[in-house]
């Protein structure tokens, strides 16, 4: 069954990308899933889901490549010792997964496909036996509804939804930041609004492409 899936995902990706993408992603699938124990793969269009909001706001279910997880986390680990993040669209929450091996305190996913959050809370409880120190919660809702909490300073993004939900979500967070005053970290993973957050008052620190399609960012906001 993993084999099968491997396979219609790497075809998918060849397709509407390119065969060399298409290989680098799946060496690194096999590896991530191999390595974290998550069943993250797949593809999901969305269209049968159970949702909170509208479906044309949101992207297709697609997980970010395990690579730039670990290089974007790698980074941010190297200069922000508490970290509390948020994980807007989370999906089967790989990059959750991810993050807990890389000094997160707590971790908060938020997910408007219902069926996703389930899936993402059974992977994350088996994650959690093997990273006690890390508090995790899935929630499911609306992006736009969520409201961020004092000790939350990070934020994720896999390019989750449509422009008018990211200038929502961006400010709810300024709106956290005045409330709560304290540094907040972005890390954004094909970052198409990019300048959406550069406009807020968002500074890029920390900019990596491997190659076209795998490419993340880390702003701040201090």
């Not at 395990?66 to 807007?88: A, G, H, W």
């Not at 198409?192 to 990596?208: M, N, P, Q, S």
């Amino acid at each position: 069954m993993k084999l099968f899936i491997y396979i219609r995902y790497f075809f998918f990706i060849a397709v509407n990308w390119n065969l060399r993408l298409a290989i680098f992603t799946l060496s690194h699938e096999i590896r991530g899933e191999k390595k974290y124990a998550l069943n993250t793969v797949e593809l999901n269009d969305l269209k049968k889901a159970t949702l909170q909001g509208e479906l044309n706001t949101a992207e297709i279910y697609q997980p970010a490549g395990y690579y730039i997880l670990e290089y974007l986390f790698s980074k941010i680990d190297e200069f922000v010792t508490e970290k509390n993040m948020v994980d807007f669209g989370c999906g089967k929450g790989r990059a959750m997964a991810v993050a807990a091996y890389y000094h997160f305190k707590t971790i908060t996913g938020i997910e408007f496909a219902k069926e996703l959050a389930m899936q993402a809370a059974i992977n994350l409880s088996i994650v959690a036996l093997k990273t006690p120190a890390v508090e995790f919660k899935v929630e499911w809702i609306d992006a736009k509804a969520y409201k961020i909490l004092q000790h939350q300073n990070v934020c994720y993004f896999f390019n989750p939804f449509k422009e008018a939900v990211m200038k929502n979500v961006i400010e709810n967070i300024l709106l956290s930041k005045q409330e709560f005053d304290r540094s907040i970290y972005i890390i954004y993973v094909n970052p198409v609004y990019k300048d959406l957050f550069i406009e807020a008052g968002f500074r890029e620190k920390y900019y990596h492409k491997k190659m076209e399609y795998v490419e993340g960012i880390i702003l701040e906001l201090l």
